[in-house]
């Protein structure tokens, strides 16, 4: 069983980091993309950032171009979103993605970030 594992989340002041980290487990599958999304409360899901796994290009929401910078490691499986200057309404629950037969057909568990003011 495939398996997105998300971990990082936490509570943080306006202007600090966090770097979240997302490990696929489980037999080993092919992945075209591997993002990270947001869902504040009361607001639709939105994209964060992406990075194209055999390339490693990237993407990023123009709310997080020069906070936020992804980054994967092919030998661990595993994608990273570094956070940095976050602001309050950078709160959310983060969740990692994957592109394994469709677009982002594979989600993980979400984790929780809250930057206090």
């Known amino acids: 069983q495939v398996q997105l594992v998300g971990s990082g989340g936490g509570l943080v002041q306006a202007g600090g980091s966090l770097r979240l980290s997302c490990a696929a487990s489980?037999?080993?599958?092919?992945?075209?993309?591997m993002g990270w999304f947001r869902q504040a409360p009361g607001k639709e899901r939105e994209f964060v950032a992406a990075i194209r796994w055999s390339t490693g290009s990237i993407s990023y929401a123009d709310s997080v171009k020069g906070r936020f910078t992804i980054s994967r490691d092919t030998a661990k499986n595993t994608v990273y979103l570094q956070m940095n200057s976050l602001k309050p309404e950078d709160t959310a629950v983060y969740y990692c993605?994957?592109?394994?037969?469709?677009?982002?057909?594979?989600w993980g568990q979400g984790t929780q970030v809250t930057v206090s003011s």
């Open positions: 993605a994957a592109s394994v037969t469709s677009i982002y057909d594979l």
């Open positions: 489980g037999r080993t599958f092919s992945k075209n993309y």
